[in-house]
């Protein structure tokens, strides 16, 4: 059966906001706390303020791949 076009428009929407999203980063720290879940399951994750600073601080002190 085809899907209507408000349908198609919706999908494409949540697809592009998944592609954004992931492209942005958005995801790192969810995908971060499944991993440690998984990989670590004794140990706290850290918190999401405390995982983008420890991402910042890498960047900064490891300049590879950036621009600026």
Known sequence: MRQSIPGRLRRGGA????FLRALLGED???QY?????????GLVPLSERDF???IYREQDLN??????
Request: net charge positive.
């Open 28 to 30: 790192r720290y969810r």
């Open 52 to 54: 983008w600073r420890m």
């Open 63 to 68: 300049p590879s791949g950036r621009c600026c």
């Open 15 to 18: 697809s592009l906001l998944w």
């Open 33 to 41: 706390v499944e991993h440690q879940s998984r990989a670590h399951p």
